[in-house]
Structures are given as C-alpha cells and as structure tokens.
C-alpha cells in the first residue's frame, strides 16, 4: 500500500509517468522538465502563462528550478521498482517495504514467508507449511474451508479431514503425499517411456535427415551429370551442323564451277554454230551458181563432235560429290546415353541395393511347394504334411525369414501367367489362420493382388482399392521405406510403372508375405524371388 501511494506522488501530472528531470515552478507544483516546456511554449502566444496542475497565472514565462531532492527519490523509486521485477518467483507477504522471496507458505495463514518471518511463526500443527504458492486458498476444502490433506482414490479428489468423514466415508483414502509418491512414481514411468520413444523420434529424425542430405547430394550429381551430357551434345550437334553445311557448301561451289565451265563452252558452240548459220544463208541467197557449188559441201560445215550425238550433256551430268559419312553413330550413342539417364531418374534416384529374401518354411503352409533355396512358393494339391505349429499359416500362404525395422528395401517377384497371386509385407503377429489371416485382410498386412484377368488390386484392413491398368509384365518390385512409413508397388515394364503406395507408421518388423492361389482351370501357380 505504502509502495503504491509513494508511485502516486512520483508521477508527473502531465505525462502520468515517473518524473523524469522534475522541475519545480512558483506555486510548487513539480513536472518533467520537458513536459512543463511544452505545456509553456503553446501558451507563449496568450500573454499569459499559467499552472497546469492549480491554474496559478504568471505575467512572464516562469523561471523553472530544478528539484534535486524529488530527481533523486524518483531515481531511487524506478530501480527499487527495476529490481523488483527482477526478482521472480512468490515474495514474503509481511515484507512490504522492499519484496524478500518466499520459501514456505502456511496454509493454515494463507500467507508466504521468507526465513526471518518463518522462525516467528507459530509451530503449532494446525499451521501446514508448504512449498510457496500464490494460491493457498485453493489448497483448502470449498466446503468445510479445512486444508485439504487426504486423497480419495475412488473418486480421484483431495479432501479434508471432514470430507473423509462425510461423503467420502467408507472409501480408500490416503495421506495427500503417500497419494503422491505413488503418483511421481507412475509419472516417472511413463516419463521413460516417453524418453526412450523421444529418442527413438530423434533418432528418426537424423535418420531422415541423412537421407534428405543423401537424396539431395545425390540429385545434384544426377543433375550436374544431365546438364555436362546435355552440353556435349549440343556441341556434338553444332559440330556436326557445322561440318554439313560446310560439305554442303563444298559441293555446292564445286558444282557451280563445273556447270559454269560447260555453260561457257556451249556458249562457244553457240557462237560457232550461228557463224555457220549466217554464212549458210548468204550461199542460200546467192545468184552465181558457180559460187555456192564452190564452197564445201554442207556436211563439211557441220561439226564433228555433233555427229556423235550431245556427248557434252551427257558427259558432264556426274552426281554430287560423296561427303564424309556424318558421325551418326556418336550421335545415337550420345541419345541413347542420355536416355538410360532419364530413365534412371524416372525409376529413382534414390534406389538401394535389393535386400535377400529367403522363405521361411516353418510358416508355410502344408499346400504350398517351397523350393530348396527357399525364393519360390509353388501351390500343389499334394499336402506336404509339415508338422502344426502356432507359426504355420492354414492356407496358401508364407512369409520370410527376415524382418525389417529401419532402412530402406527392394526385392523383386516373377510371376506365373496363371493364377491368383498377391505379394506384400505384414507383421510377425499376423494371425494365421481364420478369415483375418489373409494377407490385406487385417491391418497387420499390406498386399496387391493380380487376378486371372490380369487386373491389380491393392488391399489394407480388408479395404480394396481396384489399380486402372492392365498388368503388362510378370515382373513386380517392391519397395519399403521404413522410416517414411511407405510401402510402394511397381511393374517391371520398359518404363517401370508405378502401381500403388500405402503410407503408415510401421509399429512392429515387416516380413515379405506371398500368397499363392490355386488356377481356376489349368497351369501351375507359382511366385519366385528374383535373386
């Protein structure tokens, strides 16, 4: 209360905050320096100035003197008050000049205590003291306003010793710090567990961290290598542009300057041929038979390379001049290169080695054929009489060996023509017999099926999810990503083709699952592990 009327009277009346450089005018009153400045400057107009806090007038602009003694308490206020929210946590509730930390609360009080206060108060066992707390009535009974010191593990509620007495008679009541031991100590178990599945996400985490790295790395190198394949073969184009049309070129001059050179020499024939022309007609259009039976016959003026027939025409019609053969071989190479680039891309870039499966026989069932090195499973109508055991499924179907509970994983199948068949991954606590122990059937599995019309369905706690496509290979990869929780389907066409992808969080270890079913006319049926 004292701390609050001291605040009062330190604040300045214009600002309402902490003075701040107080000046003092005539009537006494005290304001910021800055803040009184600006009040006085817009009254400088008015001939007249006057006190904002008791309306006091004065003729002149008042002389504003400095109150050392009021700067030097409101300095000292603002850092007790700096200090004050410094300090953190529950304070004495009987040191009110200055706040001193708390380190008991009495409930019996409802007040906290520092150590000085704590060694005066009362020892009696009616005043419980408690760890500090800003809220001590609520560790008393709303009804009987007792402190609560029980706990009823029937109705999970803290009461009073009247409580236990009244409505709560009759049930299992415990001490309030017995309760809580047995409390902790739950807590604390289920603190490890969430410890150790924290450390398992971190874990998690880094892993796919890596593999982010991994992917990122290793598409920058995909990428660096497309574009350097990219570059030479837009500088194997442009060489071999370059060389084309420089042959091109090439036989085009030849070509020009041999045809010049039979165009001259017609026109020289020409000229000649006109000349003999011309002197023809004037024997033609002479009178004095003498003179024309005197010249040479006109055999003798025709030319004798004529008498040959156009020998010329002929002579000079040669065929274009063959290039260098283009270099169409790197060209095709280069292609097809870059052709086995984007086709590794489009299948992956982050592939992994294939993972070895191998049958387990023990979970086989008695109407399926293992091979001897356990990769394929072969339906038979001969039982094969293997022992029962818990591990051994009723029908049609076994799983592998090993498990998987990290990494990343590929395997391929081949399949037979006819048939039913499906592949997939479940969880050693798959059930083995029953409707539920079909592959796909319960949500301990993951499967795709191919029927005998050659059409794909994919199933997942017995939901089915028809694929549009036909098969068009008997080839099939499938990919887990434990850790990205995805199980992917794809057939080995030319280019592979994506089927299906189920997303989950795997809580247990995936096992390769195969479920071969009889033919409906013919054929054998059959699955095998592609090594």
Not at 164 to 182: L, N, Q, T
Not at 315 to 332: E, F, T
Not at 339 to 350: A, E, H, K, T
Request: proline fraction near 3%.
């Amino acid at each position: 209360m004292a701390s609050a009327v001291l605040r009062d009277e330190l604040l300045c009346s214009i600002c309402l905050s902490t003075f701040k450089d107080p000046v003092t005018l005539r009537c006494g009153h005290n304001f910021c320096r800055v803040c009184i400045g600006r009040v006085l400057d817009t009254q400088d107009g008015s001939g007249v100035y006057s006190c904002p806090e008791c309306r006091e007038e004065f003729q002149e602009r008042p002389a504003l003197m400095r109150n050392i003694n009021l700067h030097n308490v409101a300095e000292r206020f603002l850092i007790t008050q700096q200090e004050k929210e410094e300090i953190t946590g529950i304070c004495c509730t009987y040191c009110v000049d200055s706040p001193v930390p708390a380190v008991r609360s009495c409930l019996h009080c409802e007040a906290s205590l520092c150590h000085k206060h704590l060694r005066a108060h009362s020892k009696s066992a009616e005043h419980v003291l408690s760890d500090p707390s800003t809220s001590l009535e609520k560790r008393k009974c709303s009804v009987h306003k007792k402190i609560l010191e029980y706990y009823c593990t029937e109705d999970a509620a803290c009461i009073c010793v009247y409580c236990s007495a009244g409505e709560h008679r009759g049930h299992r009541v415990e001490m309030m710090d017995e309760s809580s031991k047995k409390k902790k100590k739950k807590l604390g178990n289920v603190c490890k567990k969430l410890i150790t599945k924290r450390e398992k996400t971190e874990e998690r985490v880094r892993s796919l961290e890596k593999r982010r790295g991994e992917a990122q790395e290793k598409a920058a190198g995909e990428a660096e290598r497309v574009t350097a394949l990219c570059t030479d073969i837009r500088r194997r184009v442009d060489d071999l542009e370059k060389k084309v049309l420089s042959e091109i070129f090439r036989q085009e001059k030849e070509e020009s300057l041999s045809l010049s050179a039979l165009i001259h020499q017609l026109e020289i024939k020409k000229d000649e041929l006109f000349r003999k022309m011309t002197h023809i007609e004037e024997l033609c259009n002479m009178t004095d038979p003498l003179t024309v039976l005197q010249e040479l016959d006109t055999g003798d003026l025709c030319d004798p390379e004529e008498e040959g027939g156009d020998e010329d025409t002929g002579r000079h019609d040669k065929q274009p001049h063959d290039g260098d053969d283009l270099d169409v071989a790197v060209i095709s190479h280069t292609f097809h290169t870059l052709c086995d680039v984007i086709l590794g891309i489009r299948s992956g870039i982050y592939v992994v080695s294939p993972a070895d499966i191998l049958l387990d026989l023990t979970t086989a069932s008695n109407n399926l054929l293992i091979s001897d090195d356990l990769k394929t499973a072969t339906w038979t109508e001969e039982n094969q009489k293997r022992p029962e055991t818990a591990e051994r499924f009723q029908d049609y179907q076994v799983m592998s060996r090993k498990g998987f509970t990290s990494g990343r994983h590929y395997w391929d199948v081949e399949i037979s023509k006819s048939g039913w068949w499906m592949v997939g991954m479940c969880y050693p606590s798959i059930d083995r017999r029953g409707d539920l122990s079909e592959i796909g059937d319960n949500n301990k599995s993951w499967g795709l099926w191919r029927y005998n019309n050659n059409l794909y369905s994919v199933i997942h706690d017995s939901k089915v999810i028809w694929l549009p496509d036909k098969s068009s290979s008997d080839r099939v990869r499938i990919c887990l990503d434990y850790e990205a929780g995805q199980l992917s389907f794809y057939e080995l066409c030319d280019p592979i083709r994506h089927l299906h992808t189920f997303t989950a969080t795997f809580a247990e270890p995936l096992h390769a699952a195969l479920r071969v079913v009889p033919p409906l006319f013919s054929g054998d049926t059959w699955i095998k592990i592609c090594s």
